[in-house]
């Protein structure tokens, strides 16, 4: 704690030493503002609950699969059974690649989530760089996604600043 204080106090005093102006922002405050925002959370959301039911529904199948194999499994021959567990084994890996297809770090969702806020994120950043340039600002940091920001003055923040420059 001590060391998060003296690191603090250092850069406070660089900062008023060589008298640079900053800002901050707010990031969630400006997109909750946003409605384009919440319309692509929405879309977000929608596209993920109907993948996430594909996916559910091939685990249940597999499921199912292996329930009625486990019941019928006394009267099969060894090659029946053999087929039957293939089979369940290739729904179940139907199922955890289009898991992977669709939620995997490359996904479908994630690519449908860089199309969407992408444009927004872009938007928000050049009217933050406009509202900056004009204003004479050095650094303008983001309050609401910084835990290391302990206090600040409502005076900096130009939050509604940018959503004006946005036009909201």
Aim: glycine share 2%.
């Amino acid at each position: 704690m001590k060391k998060l204080l003296l690191i603090l106090i250092t850069v406070c005093a660089a900062m008023t030493a060589s008298a640079q102006k900053y800002a901050l922002i707010d990031m969630e405050y400006i997109l909750k503002n946003i409605p384009a925002y919440e319309r692509a959370n929405e879309q977000l959301a929608q596209v993920s609950k109907r993948w996430q039911a594909e996916v559910e529904a091939l685990n249940t199948e597999a499921s199912t699969m292996y329930k009625n194999y486990q019941n019928e499994v006394v009267f099969l021959s060894q090659e029946q059974k053999q087929k039957k567990q293939e089979a369940i084994m290739q729904k179940e890996k139907e199922a955890a690649d289009l898991k992977k297809k669709y939620f995997g770090p490359e996904g479908e969702l994630f690519k449908k989530r860089e199309s969407l806020m992408s444009p927004i994120q872009d938007e928000i950043y050049n009217a933050v760089k406009e509202v900056s340039e004009l204003r004479g600002y050095q650094l303008v940091m983001d309050r609401s996604a910084d835990n290391g920001i302990i206090f600040a003055s409502p005076k900096i923040d130009i939050s509604n600043e940018v959503l004006q420059k946005l036009g909201y």
